[in-house]
């Protein structure tokens, strides 16, 4: 139900209410509550001249709660969502087209708002009970904050954007999620944490998606997402990122940093084809030991891919996959390289069993595919994998003019080789303290701390 801090934001939201065809026992919940919500405790009165804010108290019941939520964010400005919501219903909001999630919501938020929750007098947060996407951002020219959101086992996910200028996501919890079938990707179980996406598909150059759809500051901050619920046929993923920003007057400015996510079968971090530059920094991901239904070269725990400007910084992983890596630098086309990225000071824990049996794509940092002048600097690796340190081809993709520079290796446990450098790969430079190096490439160049071996 809805409570308003002054008799004009009731007025506002009861109209809200009716022409958006919110069932009437909402509008009469309004009538009885008003008065004592104009006073109610812990809601600023409103600004001269600004709109009220709306607030939302959470029923229980998922027929009265979506219906609220709905028809408030409808409204835009600030929306605070008060106590416990179920949105355990099927979803009626309908995502665009080239949307790569489930084209299903149960709430849709179109114009520019500041949708928030508040700790009640025991410091539970504002939580949010089931759902299929329980919300789906499509807001073409307006900024979206979500923040300070408890989502107790949301199907598919819990937030995905599609269109927005400009984007939030803070100190949100996601505690565990249920897969959904999807047929786009091969009928596997997906799930995700936090999606934004312009294409319906992992996008290629043949099929970008719309990646002017999203632009602007787009920040992911400080949330935790648990993604237990997937198993070995299912894709479960933290935090995804697919296509968004074209330069020059559509970029972005990609900031995931702070998040806590753990227990994925996929990628915990998954950012593919970024028009503008991206910060993935200070992030905690501890995988479990599941991998999913992908294939590929996947599973790992930060995975960036094509064009974009990448750093990624001050992460602390812990990977229990053997068939996959901590951090992967990938260009799988020619058309869209991954070039200039930097991996700086990571943390990555590879804590694989004594008798794993690791697969080609095993690794704690990996560069690979169509990737030139790429930096992986100062990390610390440690565990168990197939390499420390890999540079790969993929097909014909060909890595070269890439560096490894004072990473600290002394805690791990190589097999065959702590550094792996492929056949065919050119002209990498590898400087560091003295360690055992499978070297299949061309032209390159090892410089222990003090002088040049090779």
């Known amino acids: 139900m809805y409570e308003t801090p002054s008799s004009t934001g009731f007025h506002l939201v009861l109209a809200a209410a009716r022409a958006h065809d919110v069932p009437m026992r909402i509008a009469r919940l309004l009538v009885g509550i008003g008065a004592a919500c104009a006073a109610a405790h812990g809601v600023a009165a409103d600004k001269a001249g600004s709109a009220p804010q709306i607030v939302v108290a959470g029923t229980g019941d998922p027929n009265l709660d979506v219906a609220a939520v709905q028809a408030a964010v409808n409204q835009g400005g600030a929306v605070l969502l008060r106590g416990h919501f179920s949105f355990d219903k099927p979803p ?27 700790r009640d007098q025991r410091g539970e947060m504002t939580s949010i009970n089931g ?26 996910g819990a937030i995905e954007v599609n269109v927005v200028r400009g984007l939030a996501i803070a100190d949100c919890r996601v505690e565990g999620i249920e897969p959904i079938p999807s047929q786009d990707m091969a009928g596997a179980g997906v799930g995700i944490g936090i999606g934004i996406s312009t294409t319906r598909k992992p996008p290629t150059p043949a099929q970008p998606g719309r990646p002017q759809d999203v632009s602007g500051d787009i920040s992911i901050l400080n949330n935790y997402i648990d993604a237990v ?57 501890v995988t479990g030991s599941v991998v999913g239904s992908g294939g590929g070269v996947g599973p790992e725990a930060i995975h960036v891919f094509g064009t974009g400007s990448y750093l990624v910084a001050h992460n602390s992983i812990q990977s229990g996959w053997a068939t996959g890596a901590g951090i992967r630098v990938h260009g799988g086309f020619a058309g869209w390289p991954v070039t200039g990225a930097i991996v700086l000071d990571n943390d990555v824990n590879m804590p694989a069993p004594a008798n794993s049996i690791f697969g080609a794509n095993s690794a704690g940092i990996e560069i690979r595919g169509f990737a030139e002048g790429n930096v992986v600097i100062g990390n610390r690796i440690s565990g168990r994998a197939r390499a420390a340190l890999a540079v790969m081809t993929r097909e014909v993709g060909i ?48 410089v222990k701390l003090g002088g040049k071996d090779k």
């Open 131 to 156: 759902g299929i996407w329980p919300f789906a951002v499509e807001a073409p020219v307006a900024h979206v904050t979500i923040q300070g959101l408890r989502f107790v086992r949301p199907k598919a």
């Open 399 to 446: 890595p070269e003019n890439n560096q490894f520079v004072s990473n600290d290796l002394k805690n791990f446990l190589p097999s065959p080789a702590a550094v792996f450098v492929d056949k065919g790969v050119t002209n990498t430079l590898l400087v560091g303290k003295k360690c055992n190096v499978q070297d299949g490439g061309i032209g390159t160049v090892i």
């Open 92 to 118: 009626t909001r309908r995502a665009p087209p080239q949307a790569f999630f489930p084209q299903m919501a149960s709430v849709l938020v179109s114009k520019e708002v500041v949708i928030s929750g508040v």
């Open 229 to 285: 619920g997937g198993t070995a046929s299912d894709l479960t993923v933290g935090i995804l990122v697919f296509s968004v920003g074209k330069s020059p007057d559509k970029a972005v400015d990609l900031y995931v940093s702070g998040n806590r996510i753990s227990n994925v079968t996929e990628r915990a971090v998954n950012v593919r084809q970024l028009g503008g530059q991206a910060h993935i920094e200070r992030n905690v991901i």
